[in-house]
């Protein structure tokens, strides 16, 4: 099976700018989760959808937002994009009938900005 | 809110050298996962320990979960350069009813031949 995809892998934008970034979960995978890895803080989790409906939420302002399509593909937002945003942004699936929640990821999107 | 704590943060040795990796908290988690990533690329699941006190073997690579399932270590044996990398603990709060894994910050492995 392929695996899980990101789009775009990097992308620079500018304070106040917003950006959509996307993520194909490996086939089969009904679950995806987004989360933010910067030196700092680490992995932090985002968020997670399951059949299109926002399933869990981590401590992330409204600015970060996401959805997911019914195909299970999935894209998050962020808009009015501040400098501490830059992160890697990754996305993972996961096969949620094991009832282990075992995340399997994309590369990321290395978001900078400016 | 569930911490996990890593240690140590970097660890830099010799080929061949053997190495242990801690994760700890002071909450339950009803299973917890390793994961190592290397640069570019998004973490790689090596392993779930879902049982209190159990350990699993994958190689050179042996992982305990604490009998309370608090605190899980990873031991290497003779590591070589190829496990370089940074390897992350996360785990499953009980609680939790989707996919929320709480990671530890991990630990950057550096192995020199």
Redesign the interface.
Known sequence: KAGVTQTPRYLIKTRGQQVTLSCSPISGHRSVSWYQQTPGQGLQFLFEYFSETQRNKGNFPGRFSGRQFSNSRSEMNVSTLELGDSALYLCASSPTSLGSYEQYFGPGTRLTVT | TQLLEQSPQFLSIQEGENLTVYCNSSSVFS?L?W?RQEP??????LV?V?TGGEVKKLKRLTFQFGDARKDSSLHITAAQPGDTGLY?C?G?GRE???????????TQLTVNP
């Open positions: 299973s996962q994961y570019g690329e998004g973490p790689v699941l779930t879902v992350l996360a499953l939790t009813s989707g996919s929320r894994l709480t990671f530890g910050e991990g």
